[in-house]
């Protein structure tokens, strides 16, 4: 716990939104945390725990009320949070990690002047200085050459790329305090534990603490020196994180523990909180419905995507970077492939490949009696309608502008598989799917947790009827409750429609829990492959083992 003179005091935090339905979104949350130490909030989607966080960057939406006290003690002087954010504050004394880095840098500036643009705002430095200082963090948070990820805008990056260098832009500038939304959930375990290493090197350095906003209850208990733990705005249970995830004393903060899916679990429907917090309802034992796993449905051989480097003055390409290079394996009917691998292994750009959204350099992708990397966009018209890929962030995926029923009834159209009154009807059927209400059909994604805009996009994967689903990481930004939900929801829909998986995922456990075979993925090759158990529990390559001991 916090000593008498902490870096930031929280006292009787509440937030309010107004409107013609008052709600109370973070109820009497009371914390400090002293110089150097890490405080990790922990909760379900909803909790209240980004709020927390927002309203001590002084960043909560114009229609939220803040009562409380809420009080940083820097080596300059003690300020008052609440009321008339002081200026250079935000950015240098506190910075922040926020959860989804494509939202928030810029997407038509490179991210090394973005970079640059956060050193020169509070650092009293020339350009050329601020650049150089720019390339030096892209280079302390592990991305591979950093004077070229300084030139390159934020699609150009993959998605623990990106998270990285929101993290330099946090702790470039030194802050006395460090508030990280979900920092290392787009990452690899092996990229997780050096991020971690900096973020601890930062504290040991500077004596910065740091809020560390988690769903990861392992992480949590190996970063953290005091834990919060927060259920529908409230504090569940606050002390030493050892006491706190140890011995538990909170039955939510069990049920949570209960959730984490494991090896054991094969086989078995994940508990979720209610199952646990309710007395008498559906045990976790459970036996989920075995899919009959079939002949190869799709086939990659030699399969390579390489993107142009160097061109010549001719526009002929002098250099690739091969991002899949020479990937051969069968998906068969019914089965759940897992492919795994560290940001940057070409996970992605192999399913994107898959569905055509990117060119293929060589090889083939063998699928109903078609090459499908020698179709034309045209031809690929009706084969997507097969073969559906659920995202890895659902805010970036869902366009704001349109309607949950709009995203949901235009494959139908476009596909012709329902018109007039049916399209809205067979609307309600993939909501009903999913476990979301038919009121959602009118709503817009702002209006949605992550977790319920991860069954949207579940939702609009299977409005085409596919035969094949990938899935990118599509359980990465869940809270463990959540991600048990969605987890028994894949497996169900495998069961009721006998789809085919291609499981992308970086965390190795829920990979091992839902995967029939396992692929390990390394700089573009397949470095090992076979069953679940044998990958996983028995590996041979290195690049798996390390992977396998880099496990929180």
């Not at 960043?59 to 008052?80: E, M, Y």
């Not at 050459?145 to 030139?151: G, W």
């Not at 009721?496 to 995922?505: H, K, N, P, R, S």
Request: hydrophobic share 45%; net charge neutral.
């Amino acid at each position: 716990m916090a000593d008498a003179n902490p870096i930031l005091s929280v006292s009787g935090l509440h937030i309010t939104f107004a409107g013609p339905q008052p709600f109370t979104a973070v109820h009497n949350i009371s914390f400090a945390i002293e110089k150097g130490k890490t405080l990790a909030i922990v909760g379900e989607s909803g909790s209240g725990k980004s709020l927390t966080a927002l309203a001590v960057m002084g960043l909560l939406p114009a229609a939220a009320l803040l009562q409380g006290a809420i009080t940083l003690h820097t080596a300059a002087a003690t300020a008052s949070l609440q009321k008339n954010y002081p200026q250079g504050i935000r950015g240098k004394e506190i910075g922040m990690v926020f959860q989804e880095p494509m939202s928030s840098l810029n997407p038509v500036m490179c991210v090394g002047k973005q970079l640059k643009e956060a050193i020169l705002t509070h650092q009293h430095i020339t350009g050329d200085a601020a650049k150089q200082l720019a390339i030096d963090w892209l280079g302390k948070v592990q991305l591979p050459q950093p004077d070229k990820i300084y030139t390159r805008y934020p699609h150009q990056l993959s998605g623990g790329q990106k998270q990285r260098v929101m993290i330099a832009m946090a702790m470039c500038n030194h802050p006395e305090l460090l508030i990280a939304d979900e920092p290392t959930t787009a990452l690899d375990v092996t990229v997780q534990q050096e991020i971690i290493r900096l973020m601890h090197y930062l504290q040991t350095q500077h004596g910065t603490a740091m809020i560390f906003i988690t769903h990861d209850l392992g992480l949590a208990a190996t970063i953290a020196d005091d834990v919060l733990v927060m259920y529908k705005g409230e504090a569940m249970e606050y002390g030493p994180a050892t006491e706190v995830l140890s011995n538990p004393q909170s039955a939510y903060t069990q049920a949570l523990l209960q959730c984490r899916p494991s090896a054991a679990q094969k086989g078995e429907r994940l508990p979720i909180v209610a199952d646990i917090l309710n007395p008498g309802s559906a045990t976790p034992h459970i036996l989920q419905k075995e899919v009959p796993i079939g002949d190869p449905l799709l086939s990659a051989n030699d399969l390579k995507v390489w993107f142009p480097q160097e061109q010549n003055i001719f526009g002929t390409p002098r250099a690739y970077f091969k991002a899949v290079d020479g990937v051969s394996f069968d998906l068969r009917k019914g089965e759940i492939l897992g492919l795994v691998g560290e940001s940057g292994c070409g996970k992605s750009t192999l399913s994107r490949a898959l569905m055509g959204l990117v060119p293929v350099h060589e090889g083939a992708i063998l699928y109903g009696g078609q090459n499908l990397a020698a179709l034309s966009s045209k031809e690929w018209r009706p084969v997507r309608k097969r073969i559906q890929m659920i995202f890895q962030d659902p805010y970036s995926s869902l366009n704001p502008r349109m309607t949950i029923g709009d995203m949901l009834t235009e494959p139908l159209r476009i596909h012709g598989i329902a018109i007039g009154s049916a399209l809205v009807q067979e609307a309600k059927r993939l909501l009903d799917l999913v476990q979301l209400p038919s009121t959602a059909l009118n709503k817009y994604p702002h209006e949605f947790s992550g977790g319920q805009r991860q069954r949207i996009g579940i939702a609009r994967a299977l409005a085409p009827r596919p035969e094949i689903l990938i899935c990118d990481e599509s359980v990465s930004a869940l809270d463990v409750s959540i991600q048990a939900q969605v987890l028994n929801l894949l497996k169900d829909l495998q069961a009721e429609f006998g789809l085919t998986y291609l499981f992308i995922a970086h965390d190795l456990a829920v990979v091992h829990y839902i995967s029939d075979r396992v692929m390990v993925m390394q700089s573009g090759i397949i470095v090992e492959s076979g069953t679940a158990d044998q990958v996983l529990k028995h590996p041979t390559d290195d690049y798996t083992k390390r992977l396998i001991a880099a496990i929180v």
